[in-house]
């Protein structure tokens, strides 16, 4: 079983950064890939960014390229997404997501993961 935690939201200005937080534990937590989630009020959960679980194989949904980037710290079981530049569009809730796997793969469906975080809150006023 693998166990997810999101920390690092909260209430920010346009313009302004933000670095969420995923906290990964279980056996497996060095062979998993992941990847982040976001969704708003009223609007379907989006892709935002996937990383393997090596580390070197990334993707990012167009609309936050050059502005996210998502990364992990195998040691400290940790990954990342440092958000910049942020816009009100960004407010949503972010969950993090892991899929076990030996393949250094990205993974972005929603679908494919097999496990969730609960989510942490982004707001971005203007």
């Known amino acids: 079983q693998v166990q997810l935690v999101e920390s690092g939201g909260g209430l920010v200005q346009a313009g302004g950064s933000l670095r969420l937080s995923c906290a990964v534990s279980g056996r497996t937590s060095s062979s998993v890939a992941m990847g982040w989630f976001r969704q708003a009020p009223g609007k379907e959960r989006e892709f935002v960014a996937a990383i393997s679980w090596s580390g070197d194989r990334i993707y990012y949904v167009d609309s936050v390229k050059g502005r996210f980037t998502i990364s992990r710290d195998n040691a400290k079981n940790t990954v990342y997404l440092q958000m910049n530049s942020l816009k009100p569009g960004d407010t949503a809730v972010y969950y993090c997501?892991?899929?076990?796997?030996?393949?250094?793969?990205?993974?972005?469906?929603?679908?494919?993961?097999?496990?969730w975080g609960q989510g942490t809150q982004v707001t971005v006023s203007s």
């Open positions: 997501a892991a899929k076990r796997t030996f393949q250094r793969i990205v993974v972005i469906t929603e679908k494919d993961y097999d496990y």
